[in-house]
Each structure stands twice: as C-alpha cells, then as structure tokens.
T-cell receptor
Framework: DAMVIQNPRYQVTQFGKPVTLSCSQTLNHNVMYWYQQKSSQAPKLLFHYYDKDFNNEADTPDNFQSRRPNTSFCFLDIRSPGLGDAAMYLC?????????????FGPGTRLTVL | QKEVEQDPGPLSVPEGAIVSLNCTYSNSAFQYFMWYRQYSRKGPELLMYTYSSGNKEDGRFTAQVDKSSKYISLFIRDSQPSDSATYLCAMEYNFNKFYFGSGTKLNVKP
C-alpha cells in the first residue's frame, strides 16, 4: 500500500545531542510537512517543502532544520534538543495543486529528551 | 487568541448517540475546512473536508461550515465504539498551510 513511513517510531536522545528523524513516502506527492504535536495540543506546522522549495514557519526555532534530498524522503534534524522539544513529530504529504485539503500522515515519531 | 479553538473534551456518549463536535476560528481567509480522526499512537487521517460555507454528508458523518459565524461542526450519527478517537479540525490558509485545533477526545461506550 502507498503510505507515509516514519522512522524510528520512538526515539530517545540526551539533552543537547543532535537527532535526526526520517520520513519517506510512496505516494509521489509534491508537498511534505513536518509537524510537532505535544500532548493534548494541536499539531503545529514547523516547515514544509513544495518540491524542492523550502518554507519555514516564522516561529519555528532555529534548532530545527530539514532536508529533502529527493521526492520520497524528508528529514527533520534537531541540532541541540532541549527538554521542551519532547513531543510527537508527524510527517505528512499532500499532492499539491488543487488538492490542498488532504494531507496523508505518517504514524509519527515520539521523541523523548533525557 | 489562537487561530483555531476546539473544546478538548473528553466527550463520553452511549453507543447510538448523535455526537456534535465544534471548532471556532478567527481568520476569515480560511477556505478549506477539514476534520481529521486520530487514534491513539497513530497519525491523523482525513475524515471530511468542506470548501467554504455549507454542509457535506458522508454516511454517518456531516460536516457543517458557517463562515459568517466562523464556526464549523462535525456531526456523527449512530455513534459506534469504533468512533472513539480524537477528532481534530483543521483549516487551510495561504495555499498548502494548515492550522489545527487541539482535538476533542471522544469515547463511545458500548
């Protein structure tokens, strides 16, 4: 089945130790998103790529970076994780163009910062 | 003021009840209005979307948008225990960007 895959599902890191989260998609969608979702809160958009065009939200901390080496893969790098960065990180895709309403989400990576 | 406000619940109803879930928003530029369902430890999945004002029905689900009041609703008829999940409203702005509500946790008791 076509899908959005996130690895790992659970990630534990130490305070200040860089971590990379991975997302891949078999949908061949143009747009890929990263969201941060803390417990009982709304998913918060961090950034998105439309093809190779990178769009950063104004309030996304500099500590968060992203790479999209090709259509299928997108990475979230957290350079120096703090305790406040512990959250579920959701990757999503969207076909783009007129189909703006539908995003396909991966299962998420739950990040713990010790 | 948050862009999207949603009552977190939890909302507990007996099986077969009609459920009403609601969101309010502040930005009149929103055009697409979506409802996502999120099961525990899973990513959200799209249930329904509506473009601009009006109603849309899909089986037991009805989505309603009132742009004049900046208010959207999702109704679930004949609710089932399998409907137990967190329901998130979402709104599209500025082409390919989305604001989400914080979600309402629904529990349908057998």
């Amino acid at each position: 089945d076509a899908m959005v895959i996130q690895n790992p599902r659970y990630q534990v890191t130490q305070f200040g130790k860089p971590v990379t989260l991975s997302c891949s998609q078999t949908l061949n969608h143009n747009v890929m998103y990263w969201y941060q979702q803390k417990s009982s809160q709304a998913p918060k958009l961090l950034f998105h790529y439309y093809d190779k065009d990178f769009n950063n939200e104004a309030d996304t901390p500099d500590n968060f970076q992203s790479r999209r080496p090709n259509t299928s893969f997108c990475f979230l790098d957290i350079r120096s994780p703090g305790l406040g960065d512990a959250a579920m990180y959701l990757c999503a895709t969207n076909l783009g163009g007129r189909a703006v309403y539908e995003q396909f989400f991966g299962p998420g990576t739950r990040l713990t910062v010790l | 003021q948050k862009e999207v406000e949603q009552d977190p619940g939890p909302l507990s109803v007996p099986e077969g009840a009609i459920v009403s879930l609601n969101c309010t928003y502040s930005n009149s530029a929103f055009q697409y209005f979506m409802w996502y369902r999120q099961y525990s430890r899973k990513g959200p999945e799209l249930l329904m979307y509506t473009y601009s004002s009006g109603n849309k029905e899909d089986g037991r689900f009805t989505a309603q948008v009132d742009k004049s009041s900046k208010y959207i609703s999702l109704f679930i008829r004949d609710s089932q225990p399998s409907d137990s999940a967190t329901y998130l409203c979402a709104m599209e702005y500025n082409f390919n960007k989305f604001y989400f509500g914080s979600g309402t946790k629904l529990n349908v008791k057998p």
